[in-house]
């Protein structure tokens, strides 16, 4: 089992960027493949992004490539998610995910409670 805990979320304007961070504590870090999911209001909860355990594969939803990158430092057991040119459509409650494999990232079977992400216009 693995807890992960989130921090950066807060307000920004459109056109601004947040990066995200994820600690993780527990198993070998670099063992779990991790991504990011979020949940916008009245919305069900999507996949965002996701990154293999040594950082060589990484998947970005259609909606966030280009503007969302994925990243881990193994050594500090911190999965980051830097957030550029938000737009008001990404204000969502962010939430950290771990999976045992990359094949089973989009269901993982850890989260942290989330952070939230609020984009004005």
């Known amino acids: 089992q693995v807890q992960l805990v989130e921090s950066g979320g807060g307000s920004v304007q459109a056109g601004g960027s947040l990066t995200l961070s994820c600690s993780a504590s527990?198993?070998?870090?670099?063992?779990?493949?991790m991504g990011w999911f979020r949940q916008g209001p009245g919305k069900e909860r999507e996949f965002v992004a996701s990154i293999s355990g040594y950082g060589t594969v990484r998947s970005y939803a259609d909606s966030v490539k280009g503007r969302f990158t994925i990243s881990r430092d193994n050594a500090k057991n911190t999965v980051y998610l830097q957030m550029n040119s938000l737009k008001p459509e990404d204000t969502a409650v962010y939430y950290c995910?771990?999976?045992?494999?990359?094949?089973?990232?989009?269901?993982?079977?850890?989260w942290g409670r989330g952070t939230q992400v609020t984009v004005s216009s």
């Open positions: 995910a771990a999976a045992d494999s990359y094949a089973t990232i989009r269901q993982p079977q850890n």
């Open positions: 527990g198993r070998t870090f670099n063992s779990y493949a």
